[in-house]
């Protein structure tokens, strides 16, 4: 099954500096991948997603880059604010099964 | 877009004891699931239900749980026979169009005593 897991479990980023959270995966399988943002006491928030025949997606200063090579995952937020203190999980989902598994997660924290 | 809502926001209950966690989604959607979140940890897939039934569950989601939509509307996930390590959030999430896009709710949290 899908395996994601995360390179580091935090990160703290100065308020209007661009970050960088990644995540590995494991299985080439998956058709799909996205990230969610997990607010203190709240549920996962779909912030952007990406196809696994896509290597480039670009959201509202969100950005996803996936290397199929190294099986490689990444969420660029640029310009950093407050609100997106909050942990941050990958996740990977195969269509021929409807599940989405997650990551660990990443827990950013905007300095202000 | 609308979150699902979720009932109750917080349940304790103790060891043995079934409980009933209630999810109330968009009617139209058509996808529906549930994910755990032990304190601490990853969210982890429990169950994805379409069209009324079962579309894949994960090794967590033995015979102590259960799914149903009983009304057309309310989504629910019993656990018959509570245990102290089933103490987590309990997400609901929906979807129109998959596991691709999911919009959760913001979780029952329950404590198993």
């Known amino acids: 099954g899908e395996s994601v897991g995360l390179h580091l479990p935090t990160l703290s980023v100065q308020e209007g500096d661009n970050s960088i959270i990644n995540c590995a995966y494991s299985?080439?399988?998956?058709?799909?991948f996205i990230w969610y943002k997990q607010e203190s006491g709240k549920g996962p928030q779909f912030i952007i997603d990406?196809?696994?025949?896509?290597d480039k997606r670009q959201g509202q200063r969100v950005t996803v880059l996936l290397n199929k090579t190294v099986k490689h995952l990444s969420l660029q937020i640029a310009a950093t604010q407050p609100g997106d203190s909050a942990v941050y999980f990958c996740?990977?989902?195969?269509?021929?099964?409807?599940?989405?598994?997650f990551g660990t997660g990443t827990r950013l924290t905007i300095i202000p | 877009e609308p979150e699902v809502t979720q009932t109750p926001s917080h349940q304790v209950t103790q060891m043995g004891q079934e409980v009933i966690l209630r999810c109330v989604p968009i009617?139209?959607?058509?996808?529906f699931y549930w994910y755990r979140q032990i304190l601490g940890q990853k969210v982890e897939f429990l169950v994805s239900f379409y069209n009324n039934e079962i579309s894949e569950k994960s090794e967590i989601f033995d015979d102590q749980f259960s799914v149903e939509r009983p009304d057309g509307s309310n989504f629910t996930l019993k656990i018959r026979s509570t245990k102290l390590e089933d103490s987590a959030m309990y997400f609901c999430?929906?979807?129109?169009?998959?596991?691709?896009?999911?919009?959760f709710g913001p979780g029952t949290r329950l404590t198993v005593l």
């Open positions: 009617s139209n959607h058509l996808y």
């Open positions: 299985n080439s399988a998956s058709d799909y």
């Open positions: 996740g990977g989902v195969n269509f021929g099964n409807e599940k989405l598994t």
């Open positions: 999430a929906r979807g129109t169009s998959g596991a691709d896009e999911q919009f």
């Open positions: 990406i196809r696994s025949n896509m």
